[in-house]
């Protein structure tokens, strides 16, 4: 990754910060790894809502857009952080907390957030 592929993509997460905390989330993790099996750009709660962010910058649509990077392999590896988060943070591992992934598309500076991009 290029420095200023870095940078656009560090832009695009504050700005999807700004997005997710103007709509009563808080910010629990940011970039959280697990190990070299990937990572989930933004953790967030709201109440009993847990949401997995994978935030998608892109300067043009070329390609499809920014959906169309979330590939099957995309979404194996951000279930697979996820499982990793959720045991190692027991008391939000519990019945009373659901968890949804979510993805914010921003093209061309226009930020859209996606619920529920798969189960």
């Known amino acids: 990754m290029t420095g200023r592929t870095r940078k656009i993509g560090s832009e695009g997460e504050d700005a999807a910060c700004g997005m997710i905390e103007s709509r009563g989330f808080r910010i629990i993790e940011r ?24 935030v998608k910058t892109r300067s043009f649509s070329h390609y499809g857009g920014p959906l169309y990077a979330i590939s099957p392999r995309k979404k194996r590896t951000l279930k697979l ?39």
Not at 35 to 43: F, N, P, Q, V
Not at 81 to 101: G, M, T
Request: aromatic share 12%; with cysteine; hydrophobic share 40%.
């Open 81 to 119: 952080v996820a499982q990793h988060y959720l045991c190692s943070h027991p008391e939000l591992y519990s019945a009373d907390i659901e968890c949804r992934f979510d993805m914010i598309s921003i093209l061309d500076g226009r930020a859209e957030w996606i619920d529920d991009i798969f189960r």
């Open 31 to 54: 970039n959280y790894r697990f190990g070299r099996s990937g990572e989930i750009d933004i953790i967030a709660q709201k109440d009993r809502l847990l949401v997995f962010v994978e």
